[in-house]
């Protein structure tokens, strides 16, 4: 287990036994990627509101939770998507993030990439994007990529296959770098950009060849 893992799942033990510094730890380290994931379902506006009542109820059902750290985070995550779909249902309107499940197969990507959105864009940027991505892609690429579930955990979060979670990861970071790649060439080709500066060219060095005249002789002069 890693160490940061490792100090969560101790920090969430602590806390069902009622310590209550170990909760404040839970909350700092799960909310800030708990409440991305709710950002992409319900919007900015009420992501907020939505996360604090997923967070009483986690409060509340701590001590029938078991696990470790990786688990709690499932938990936790599967907590805020109820929380967060009542909220959708009771407004009458649709998640923040559109589209359907009707490209979503059960065939497995052959590789799982859930890492490697992170190598190229920063969360905040990662969430404006994610947003134009179909529900299903989303929220998978949120859950792997965002909140760090494994395969697994993200499949029970939303009820689907491990599988099924891959394969709408895979898709959904391969759409990402298509959009990153398109903002990139944006800004790029926007007015007031400076060009790459080149190096400045050096003519090449002039070898000056000097001539010795030998010494006359007495004879010569």
Partial sequence: ML??????????????????????????????????YVRTLVGEADAEDV???????????????SGDADRFRGWAARIARNRALDHIRMRGRRP?????????????AETDTAGEAMEALSTGDTLALIAQLP????????????????????????????????????RGLKRLGELLADRTGRAEDAPGSVPPQRS????????????????RTQEEM
């Fill in 96 to 108: 923040a993030i559109g589209g359907d499940e009707s490209e979503l197969t059960g065939r497995a």
């Fill in 51 to 65: 996360a604090s009542e997923a967070w009483l109820q986690i409060a509340r059902d701590l001590d029938r939770f």
């Fill in 200 to 215: 400045p060219h050096r003519p090449p060095a002039t070898t000056v060849s000097v001539t010795r005249t030998p010494p």
């Fill in 3 to 36: 160490g940061d893992d490792a100090e969560l799942t101790a920090a969430v033990h602590a806390a069902q036994d009622g310590d209550e510094n170990a909760f404040r730890t839970v909350y700092r380290a799960v909310q800030p990627r708990l409440l991305g």
């Fill in 135 to 170: 529900q299903d892609q989303a929220e998978a690429v949120v859950l792997r990529v965002v909140v760090g579930l494994d395969a697994k955990s993200a499949a029970h979060t939303l009820g689907k296959r491990p599988g099924a979670v891959r394969t709408a990861a895979h």
